[in-house]
């Protein structure tokens, strides 16, 4: 159901001094907990981490970024084109998915 998982730093923007060694950290620390997960892919910016699932349980890895010190938050994500139609087809997807019917 979900693509890819969108996590936000905590507050290492506020050691600009230190911000590097602080992300490279964090980064390192999620990629080993999430070592035994294959088919999971990474990619990071200087403000966003993004983890792309690639049918891995969502689930499961949410449990572990639970564990990890320096997230302030993180999205599930579902990829789609910019485009209304697309949006709103996976946003129904998504409700259904949940169990929300139409009345």
Do not use: W
Request: hydrophobic residues 35%; contains cysteine; charged residues 30%.
């Amino acid at each position: 159901m979900y693509d890819l998982i969108l996590i936000r730093y905590g507050e290492m923007t506020l050691k600009k001094n230190n911000y590097k060694i602080f992300l490279g950290r964090l980064v390192h620390n999620i990629k080993n907990k999430l070592k035994d997960y294959s088919k999971i892919r990474f990619e990071y910016t200087n403000y966003r981490f993004y983890i792309y699932l690639n049918g891995e349980d969502h689930e499961k890895i949410i449990s572990i970024l639970d564990t990890i010190s320096g997230i302030s938050s993180y999205s599930l994500c579902v990829k789609c084109l910019p485009d209304l139609t697309d949006i709103a087809s996976k946003a129904i997807e998504l409700i259904q998915d949940k169990g929300y019917q139409k009345k």
